[in-house]
């Protein structure tokens, strides 16, 4: 069964009674479906793309959360060869939340990081939602750092609505380690390429998005907090995330306009988890062009560039 977000209902009866033609035509050989289904079909076609021709803000937030959008793991096995994943922060524990290991990317050798939010209920708990605590962020400082040591460009794959802030989080130095991971991306002498494939949330994505090269999906979104936060602080109603959602400017095409995101990475129609083949692809290629872009920087270019693109976030978009 196809999971709908709430904007999509009316899509959902279509496909839903072209599903059910299709399945009594397969219990009775007799019937020809053919025509119906297919006038369905195209309705839903229709519909999908209006839907999607415009998604407002809040909208691109739910489909960046659809629960059957490819997650990290997935981009992984798809993307990468000989994957090997590291684990453990060598001081608390090791954090489910951050998956990460030496890996290759067509022929080249590079280290991968990313959150994994989990696939169902027992994957999802085990992986805290893919919101990680501080063994998370040290454990990504301890796999940069082997990155710089070993010359492995570091590819990270952002998933997250934030840090987890749980009272154990806190009291084992949660926000010094997400400074220390951000501290980490800034100092490394090789290529950093993020790619946030669903959420962004707060500094628990900027801990491992302050890269040379940051991509976003279609639909994806990044920002310093979520659209219902921002809505329980400045209105005390979380139930305003719509108007809080316009105000972050957290999609893919505010925040390229105001210089925080490089590349776009479109979709198919109805978001990443309709086609990940698709998606699989796009973004394979996308890596692959930031990759040669910043192969030719030495490592003292590369810091610079590093630097330099985020001491300057946001004046793009103030200019304008």
């Not at 790619?195 to 940051?214: H, M, P, Q, R």
């Not at 030495?298 to 590093?306: M, S, T, V």
Request: with cysteine; charged share 30%; glycine share 8%.
């Amino acid at each position: 069964m196809r999971h709908y977000l709430d904007f999509e209902k009316p899509l959902a009866e279509i496909e839903g009674k072209a599903e059910e033609l299709r399945a009594l035509a397969r219990q009775n050989d007799e019937m020809d479906v053919d025509a119906e289904a297919e006038a369905l079909d195209k309705k839903a076609q229709t519909m999908l793309k209006d839907l999607y021709q415009n998604l407002s803000p809040w909208r691109k937030c739910q489909v960046a959360r659809h629960p059957e959008r490819p997650h990290c793991i997935e981009y992984i096995n798809e993307l990468f060869l000989e994957f090997t994943p590291l684990a453990g922060d060598r001081n608390f524990a090791d954090d489910h939340a951050v998956v990460g290991g030496i890996a290759r990317f067509n022929d080249t050798p590079i280290m991968v990081i990313g959150n994994e939010k989990g696939n169902d209920t027992k994957t999802r708990i085990e992986r805290n939602f893919g919101m990680a605590r501080p063994e998370g962020y040290r454990k990504a400082i301890r796999l940069m750092s082997l990155a710089d040591k070993f010359g492995l460009p570091v590819i990270t794959l952002v998933d997250t609505p934030g840090a987890y802030p749980g009272k154990g989080a806190e009291e084992r130095g949660q926000s010094e380690a997400i400074a220390r991971s951000t501290e980490k991306c800034l100092q490394i002498g090789v290529p950093i390429i993020s790619l946030i494939i669903g959420e962004g949330g707060s500094g628990g994505a900027v801990a491992f998005a302050t890269a040379n090269k940051v991509l976003m999906l279609e639909h994806s979104v990044y920002s310093v907090i979520s659209p219902e936060g921002c809505a329980s602080i400045l209105w005390k109603d979380s139930e305003k995330m719509r108007e809080a959602a316009e105000a972050l400017r957290l999609t893919a095409q505010d925040l390229t306009k105001l210089g925080v995101n490089d590349i776009i990475i479109e979709e198919p129609m109805g978001g990443a988890h309709r086609d990940r083949k698709i998606v699989f692809k796009e973004v394979k290629n996308a890596i692959s062009k930031a990759l040669s872009d910043l192969a030719k920087k030495k490592p003292k270019d590369l810091i610079k560039h590093r630097r330099d693109k985020f001491l300057s976030l946001g004046q793009q978009g103030l200019a304008s």
